[in-house]
């Protein structure tokens, strides 16, 4: 008898465009928003505005520019050895190597982003300036009119040129 009594007062909510029966008032509001469009219009004849959504968009755009702007920066920065190799550059030293060259790579690599500062020279391009200076090994360095072969640590290049760390 109990089991009878509980079906007949359990309520029911009914979709009016549809007629379509719901258990509660949160199922049929939840099918209305999504299968009945029409109810998302105010009386004005205008949609209502999803805030939430252009709120995620707004942010997803907010966060791309902000990581843009950052890697920008990143790029931008001086590194840390310009200073020195403004100075090699400007009493006239370079470096003779090629691209491939492991040891070429790594004594660039020393500067960092201030290897775009030195005077390079890629031998597989100017192989006739390579040739007239006596380049056999890469990386060689040419400073004050003297070469020196091999990769070179930053107080060698120092005595070499001059030039302060």
Not at 20 to 40: A, E, G, P, T, V
Request: some cysteine; charged content about 20%.
């Amino acid at each position: 008898m109990w089991s009878l009594t509980f079906l007949y007062n359990k309520m029911e909510y009914r979709c009016n465009k549809c007629n379509r029966n719901f258990n509660n008032q949160d199922s049929l509001n939840q099918h209305n928003s999504m299968k009945h469009i029409d109810q998302n219009i105010d009386k004005n004849g205008k949609g209502k505005i999803n805030f939430k959504k252009y709120f995620i968009w707004f942010a997803i755009v907010l966060i791309v520019v902000l990581i843009g702007l950052s890697i920008n920066t990143q790029m931008k920065k001086s590194g840390e050895f310009d200073d020195f190799a403004k100075c090699l550059t400007e009493k006239g030293a370079i470096i003779y190597g090629n691209d491939y060259c492991s040891y070429t790579i790594k004594q660039l690599n020393f500067f960092g982003k201030s290897q775009k500062l030195l005077n390079y020279v890629k031998c597989i391009n100017n192989e006739g300036l390579c040739n007239s200076k006596g380049v056999d090994i890469t990386p060689t360095w040419e400073i004050n009119g003297e070469t020196y072969s091999g990769v070179k640590t930053f107080e060698d290049l120092s005595s070499y040129s001059g030039c302060d760390l």
